[in-house]
């Protein structure tokens, strides 16, 4: 029996095509829309059995309020969270606000579907591993800024911390590959490599990540040379 849900997320045509998809493996999509803002309203307004709910920047302050709220308001439906890889302070907020599921946004439809299916039927719907870091977290919310901003600095190569210097500057592709005097293609490969690493989906989201936790303020010295 396919599952009666609503789907949001600030990118609409992610929202819509989403919907599509799961549409054409039974479930009832009573909504698709965008932004997150508005999915309370929904939600309340439509009563679907499950929200699933896209978020691009887990790690943000606020990010979860509308779960909150929604499990305030209808405290029956179901919340499960598609968004970037997290840090475990991400998915950890997720579900201190009232999630019942988060799943990587590189996940198969397959996936998304069984989380959906595991939500409905009361269950938490996230992998073990990711489930065992937002405990931690919840257990131990001590890493400060500064700690984060260094381990995060640790997965990056130093030429990765380059790259994300000039993303966070505002260089495209072109000027990243002429400043570094190497290929458009490798600068390419630089930035997502770097996205990866750091566990976001976008330029944008790399360089607020980078500034959040002290990252920036910590890669800038050691691109420029004056830290080891």
Partial sequence: MGVRLVVVDDHRLLAEALASALKL???RV???AAPVAGAAELVVARAPEVCLLGTA???EPGAFDVVARIKRERPQVAVVVLGPVPSPRGIAAAFAAGASGYVRHDERIEGVERALVKARAGETAVAPQLLQS???ELLNPSVRQD????RLLRLLTQR???VLVRVAEGEDTRLIAAGMRI???TARTHVQRVLMKLG???RLEAAALAARTGLLDRAVPIQRGTLP
């Fill in 147 to 150: 700690d984060e901003g260094q």
């Fill in 57 to 59: 920047a887990p790690a």
């Fill in 160 to 162: 990765e911390v380059e």
């Fill in 30 to 32: 009573l909504a698709a």
């Fill in 134 to 136: 937002a405990f931690a």
């Fill in 25 to 27: 493996r039974g479930h």
């Fill in 183 to 185: 290929a458009p293609s």
């Fill in 200 to 202: 976001v989906g976008s």
